[in-house]
């Protein structure tokens, strides 16, 4: 059983600059392939960004390739999400999770952690 625990969150304006980290433990984390995925009010959860076990493999979302990096530690047994440019529709509740497989699809991830809420305003 993997816990996840997000951080960073925050209120920023337009163009500005947020980074996330996501902790884990309790399982292998360089076992697991891990995304971050955001819901918006009213929308549903969506793919942002995910990294392979060890790194070698990084795929974005359309929405925020060139903006958003994302990034592990497998030693310090994090995963974190630098977002640059910030815009108003990216404001969401952003989580992280854990997948046996590299994948984009949401239902493809076992853990989740409980999110952290990042505001833009314009």
């Known amino acids: 059983q993997v816990q996840l625990v997000e951080s960073g969150g925050g209120v920023v304006q337009a163009g500005d600059s947020l980074r996330l980290s996501c902790a884990a433990s309790g399982g292998t984390f360089s076992m697991y392939h891990m995304g971050w995925f955001r819901q918006a009010p009213g929308k549903e959860r969506e793919f942002v960004a995910a990294i392979s076990r060890s790194s070698t493999s990084t795929y974005y979302a359309d929405s925020v390739k060139g903006r958003f990096t994302i990034s592990r530690d497998n030693a310090k047994n994090a995963v974190d999400l630098q977002m640059n440019s910030l815009k108003p529709e990216d404001t969401a509740v952003y989580y992280c999770?854990?997948?046996?497989?590299?994948?984009?699809?949401?239902?493809?991830?076992?853990?989740w952690g409980q999110g952290t809420q990042v505001t833009v305003s314009s």
């Open positions: 999770a854990a997948a046996r497989l590299y994948t984009v699809v949401l239902a493809g991830y076992d853990y």
